[in-house]
């Protein structure tokens, strides 16, 4: 393309296209970020009842809520048994592990299981001296020998793992004594029945020594040979104890936690989100329409019978409006006050004898069940009606 | 070009995004900085031509007007190449001199030969103004849809690059659309000034071509006045 001194449009339109380009270059290459706004948060607000009913645990929880928070099942390798075998006796039979209920317990130590002895309740009493040493307490407490009795019938017809530790706290003393004494003896059916006991067990301690041995022993090799047959995986001389307990550094490796300390969870046998006593998803109860009309029928009740007002006749008609806040107990949290003062005098006497009769009622009685919802009875506007009252 | 930036993955810049877009985009913003680049050689050119005729047009008429013998404005004007209103002029009066020139005959169809001739040259003055009008018209109408077709391509190749990351953020999202945004911008930058000097310049032709128009037909008239005097003139040699 010549160039013509006449046409210069297109020297002039590159010159001007490429100064552009520069410019657009400079001005978009130090394109800003946008400004990192902070993000706005709502806010509601709420009454205090509405805090109260939000923070507010679950009343009527089922027991099971009451477990403490697991968020992840525990190792199954922090089995119990072990340190329970680790000091047994050679001659007596591991007792059998307690297998149910995931108790938060340690397992009892050997030793302090071995004085009471009952934790392996059959096999131990009779060749045991340290038995009448056990014996002595059912005597003073004549019910408690009296429940175990059904249990024991069971025990014979067939044994059952032994129960609970914390059960064997409370039956323990009893239990030596089932296999001997319930053959003899049907038991009575409740066992709650605390007065027909005391006779009941001085017949019993005589007739145990007379037990003939050979029963024992017969009913205590049938028991070992059940139990054995449960769990014969169990190694039951002191000697594998023994070996157990020999250092092993795996074990130690085992032990070791390998998660970062913040990522450990609470460990049980189950996993319970729910913490105790409350529900992620349950608010604060309100009170039911129904209970209210309890409520109100409670203090009607109660505020008849403190007020005395004569009427004189007609007159115009007044309902005096207090207002009161209560304390959880029942009392005057504060001076109750009149929200609508009559300008006639006559009237005055009727608002003056519904103070009176709110003063004299001051503790009111309220009942426990309206404990839960006070937030919504504390504070009241009691209307008195003249001719309610009469009527 | 410009530091790139290394905490941002694209680079933002004019240059980056051209480079990052996709071929069918990059042609298509070529082919638009192009025609943006030719509307505006073509817009300048115009301009100078326009003010260049219109400023020759006023000194023709001055002198037109000035009361010179038109045969001597013809022989100065007749001997250089002549724009607008003087070509208009030097195609009339040479029609005019060859009818003169030959036979004394030739006065029968003389008006309307000059007349002819005279809207002969002021229809070719006119193409030659009007000339690559058409350009920057068809700049102005179609770079639009070339910059929305280069932005659809690249929004579709950026929703596929997307699909295939599997991540919707805003983060992956923008380069995508800005490199398509791109395209139409410079659509858009190509069409607008197109627009409006096409309808400016083409105010002027129009303006130009009724100059020369008004000119013609008073250079006509005073052509048959000067042919009706000739007339009578001979008329009277012959009484």
Known sequence: MKFRPTEPGAYISAALHGALLLGALVSFSDTRKFEDAAEAIPVDMITESQFNEVVKGLRGAPPELAKPVVDRVAEVEESKPQPVLQEAKVDIAAPPPPMREPDPAPPEPPQAAAPPEPAPPVPTPPPRPPEPKVEPPPKPEPPKPEPPKPVAAEAITAPTPPPRPRDIAKVEPPKVEPPKVAPPKPAPPKPEIAKPAPPKVEPKVPPKPALDRAQITALLAKQKKEDEAKKPAKPPSGREATEQRKFDPNSIAKLLSKEEPGQRASTGRAVNQTASLGSPTASGQRMSPSLWGQLDGYMIDQYKRCWSYMSLGPTARFIPQIEVSFTSAGVLAREPRLRNQPSDPNLRALADSAMRAVKQCNPLRIPAQFLPYYNEWKDRILRFDPEEMSG | ?239
């Open chain 2, 1 to 239: 070009m410009t530091p790139a930036d290394a905490a941002i993955p694209h680079d933002l810049t004019f240059w980056g995004m051209f480079w990052a877009a996709h071929f069918v985009v990059k042609t298509v913003m070529l082919g638009l900085i192009a025609a943006s680049l030719w509307s505006w050689a073509i817009i300048i050119n115009k301009y100078l031509l326009y003010s260049r005729v219109e400023k020759s047009m006023d000194r023709f008429e001055e002198t037109f007007w000035s009361g010179n013998s038109l045969e001597e404005l013809y022989d100065t004007l007749s001997t250089r190449p002549t724009s607008g209103m003087a070509a208009v002029f030097v195609g009339g009066m040479r029609e005019w001199k060859r009818s003169f020139s030959s036979a004394s005959s030739a006065f029968m169809g003389l008006q309307a030969r000059i007349e002819k001739v005279l809207d002969v040259s002021i229809a070719r003055e006119t193409e030659r103004l009007e000339s690559q009008l058409l350009v920057l018209a068809s700049v102005a109408s179609a770079a639009p849809f070339v910059g929305l077709f280069g932005t659809v391509w690249g929004i579709m190749t950026a929703f596929q690059a997307i699909a295939i990351s599997k991540n919707s953020s805003l983060a992956v999202v923008a380069p995508g659309i800005a490199e398509a945004l791109f395209a139409t911008a410079i659509g858009l930058f190509a069409a607008i000034p197109a627009l409006i000097f096409y309808n400016a310049l083409q105010g002027r032709v129009a303006r130009s071509q009724a100059r020369m128009e008004s000119f013609a037909d008073e250079f006509s008239s005073i052509l048959s006045r000067h042919m009706d005097q000739h007339v009578s003139v001979e008329r009277g040699h012959a009484a």
